[in-house]
């Protein structure tokens, strides 16, 4: 399956930005979708999971509250809604696929987009 991340960009603190995540083929309802960041600097970091159905999610304790992963089935996209941002969120956004609903095993995931910026300004 091919990824492509899109949806970043400059916000100001306590804004919302949302990241969308197109996926390519007829198969994509059979993968769990994750989103997983990078800050200059820092390792990849897992940000949120979902299984298959949508019906399980799966968030990293920094953005719990403030973000919420959806997907649709029908138009194979994945989306991340970003609200109160904060300039610790500024990193590049991945989006990525993986066979079962893996959550933060990073390894696990198989497919990659290639990331979208976001930047989050004080």
């Known amino acids: 399956v091919q990824l492509q991340a899109s949806g970043g960009g400059l916000v100001q603190a306590g804004g919302s930005l949302r990241l969308s995540c197109a996926a390519s083929g007829r198969t994509f309802s059979r993968y769990a979708m994750g989103w997983f960041r990078q800050a200059p600097g820092k390792e990849r970091e897992f940000v949120a999971a979902i299984n298959w159905s949508g019906i399980t999610t799966s968030y990293a304790d920094s953005v719990k509250g403030r973000f919420t992963i959806s997907r649709d089935n029908a138009k194979n996209t994945v989306y991340l809604q970003m609200n109160s941002l904060k300039p610790e969120d500024t990193a590049v956004y991945y989006c990525?696929?993986?066979?079962?609903?893996?959550?933060?095993?990073?390894?696990?995931?198989?497919?990659w987009g290639q990331g979208t910026q976001v930047t989050v300004s004080s």
């Open positions: 990525a696929a993986a066979r079962g609903f893996y959550e933060d095993l990073i390894d696990e995931y198989n497919w």
